[in-house]
């Protein structure tokens, strides 16, 4: 059973930097994709960024492209590195991850299996 736990969410001011981290446990190979998303209250959940474990593309939301970057180390944990944070990246975050792999990098909510139980970022303006 594939398992996903994040951290590093918290409260920061605008213009600051906050680094998420989501551990997964249960399976890596490098056909599997890994997404953050997230969700602000009243809105449905959103994409953020994501990649394949092996490499390739790195689809980014248009809101987040350059400033944040999607990223991961060499054993089991995948990170979302968020830079120059606004009052509307408010939201909790979630990561996620598909069960089979796949050859293209997925975006969507649906074509993710595994769920985080979510860290809240608050960004202060």
């Known amino acids: 059973q594939v398992r996903l736990v994040e951290s590093g969410g918290g409260l920061v001011q605008a213009g600051g930097s906050l680094r998420l981290s989501c551990v997964i446990s249960?399976?890596?190979?490098?056909?599997?994709?890994m997404g953050w998303f997230r969700q602000a209250p009243g809105k449905e959940r959103e994409f953020v960024a994501a990649?394949?474990?092996?490499?390739?593309?790195t689809p980014y939301a248009d809101s987040v492209k350059d400033r944040f970057t999607i990223s991961r180390n060499n054993t089991n944990t995948f990170y979302l590195q968020m830079n120059r944070l606004k009052s509307e990246d408010t939201a909790v975050y979630y990561c996620?991850?598909?069960?089979?792999?796949?050859?293209?990098?997925?975006?969507?909510?649906?074509?993710?299996?595994?769920w985080g139980q979510g860290t809240q970022v608050t960004v202060s303006s």
């Open positions: 249960g399976g890596i190979f490098s056909g599997r994709a």
């Open positions: 996620a991850a598909n069960q089979w792999g796949s050859a293209n990098v997925p975006t969507t909510v649906d074509e993710y299996d595994y």
């Open positions: 990649m394949r474990w092996g490499g390739g593309s």
